[in-house]
């Protein structure tokens, strides 16, 4: 068994992030256990990060939970980090994470060793209650497509 992806026990650290305006529906999303992409509701375009309107056409998106299979399309390997909670999370691993129809997100792996990672590979989300009032989103290999956790 190699390096292990892990999250430290204390996130309370993470910078604070912007939790209002478009985000807001995004983040509670989160606290209940629930990835939300935004869905055009006049072209059908998806789209994240949420937007006030659609990127393509204008028009105001609706929201949607996404339970769709995700996949990994590409990542880097962080070894070095000076701050916390960064640098207890060493090695972790940034991710783009493919959602389907022409969406992707950035994120992190998590709880799996280094040399399980692979491109193409089938993950799903784990929501991490950082500190009060902020859950935040990584990813994980798909237990029900063989990865292991």
């Known amino acids: 068994m190699g390096e292990r992806i892990r999250l430290p026990d204390d996130l309370s650290e ?3 992030v912007e939790t209002t305006g478009e985000w807001k529906v995004y983040w509670e999303g989160l606290q209940c256990g629930e990835v939300r992409l935004q869905q055009c509701s006049s072209c059908g375009h ?3 990060y949420p937007r006030f309107m659609c990127k393509l056409c204008a028009a ?15 990542y880097s390997v962080i070894r070095r980090h000076l701050q916390s909670p ?5 090695p972790y691993v940034v991710a783009m994470v493919d959602l389907g129809d022409g969406v992707r997100m950035m994120s992190n792996l998590i709880n799996c060793d280094l ?8 993950l799903e989300p784990v929501f991490v209650d950082a500190r009060d009032e902020l859950t935040v989103l990584y990813w994980q290999p798909s237990v029900s497509k063989g990865g292991k956790t």
Request: charged share 30%; net charge negative.
């Open 14 to 16: 993470l910078p604070e």
């Open 46 to 48: 998806k789209q994240f």
């Open 86 to 90: 960064y640098r207890d999370m060493l």
């Open 115 to 122: 040399e399980e990672i692979n491109i193409g590979m089938a």
């Open 60 to 74: 105001e998106p609706e929201w949607l939970v996404f339970d769709g299979e995700a996949t990994l399309y590409t």
